[in-house]
T-cell receptor, first 113, second 112 residues
Framework: DTAVSQTPKYLVTQMGNDKSIKCEQN?????MYWYKQDSKKFLKIMFS???????INETVPNRFSPKSPDKAHLNLHINSLELGDSAVYFC????????????FGPGTRLTVT | SQKIEQNSEALNIQEGKTATLTCNYT??????LQWYRQDPGRGPVFLLL?????KEKRKERLKVTFDTTLKQSLFHITASQPADSATYLC???????????FGSGTRLSIRP
């Protein structure tokens, strides 16, 4: 059973396009996150949602918009893609009851050409 | 602004020795300090966490210490094995996960 799943695993697209990455967790967690890991492997949080409510919204371009249709899903939509958006994007989930230990998805490698 | 630093980008040690990784931070102590392992091409995997009011936690061959005066956490792997080779990340989690900061990681290599 996959705990945190993301689709697609790889995404290659051209500048200016709009794309979405989907994330689902089956752990019953109440908090979900999106992270960006750049080429230097630095992992930076972008968004955090608790029970469908936005908790963390770090300084990211407003071309990035998270959408949480329910507690088990947190999708990431990106408009007008730029070369600098190329990175690996990780979804994660956690529960307040377990001190926010996070379970990460396998990542989506986005390449913008 | 809050900063977090892991002592070295890479650490190479002999199998069987104890690996010690360091995580330093500035300003405010987090509610939780977490350690993760990341293998190439995969997402981070949670290993251990320690709370602000705790000094030390252990889990099998792993030990974490937390010194809020020094603003430092040490992560130890005893009796290291080549399978322990990976990148290790520390993360600061502030109250109610209102802020989460990851370190840049230490790439640990255990040679046979």
């Amino acid at each position: 059973d996959t705990a945190v799943s993301q689709t697609p695993k790889y995404l290659v697209t051209q500048m200016g396009n709009d794309k979405s990455i989907k994330c689902e967790q089956n752990l019953g967690h109440d908090t979900m996150y999106w992270y960006k890991q750049d080429s230097k492997k630095f992992l930076k949080i972008m968004f955090s949602y608790n029970n469908k409510e936005l908790i963390i919204n770090e300084t990211v371009p407003n071309r990035f918009s998270p959408k949480s249709p329910d507690k088990a899903h947190l999708n990431l939509h990106i408009n007008s893609l730029e070369l600098g958006d190329s990175a690996v994007y990780f979804c994660a989930s956690s529960s307040r009851g377990s001190a926010y230990e996070q379970y990460f998805g396998p990542g989506t490698r986005l390449t913008v050409t | 602004s809050q900063k977090i630093e892991q002592n070295s980008e890479a650490l190479n040690i002999q199998e069987g020795k104890t690996a010690t990784l360091t995580c330093n931070y500035t300003n405010y102590s987090p509610a939780y300090l977490q350690w993760y392992r990341q293998d190439p091409g995969r997402g981070p995997v949670f290993l251990l966490l320690i709370r602000e009011n705790e000094k030390e936690k252990r889990k099998e061959r792993l030990k974490v210490t937390f010194d809020t005066t020094l603003k430092q956490s040490l992560f130890h792997i005893t009796a290291s094995q080549p399978a322990d080779s990976a990148t290790y990340l520390c993360a600061l989690v502030y109250s109610s996960a209102s802020k989460i900061i990851f370190g840049s990681g230490t790439r640990l290599s255990i040679r046979p």
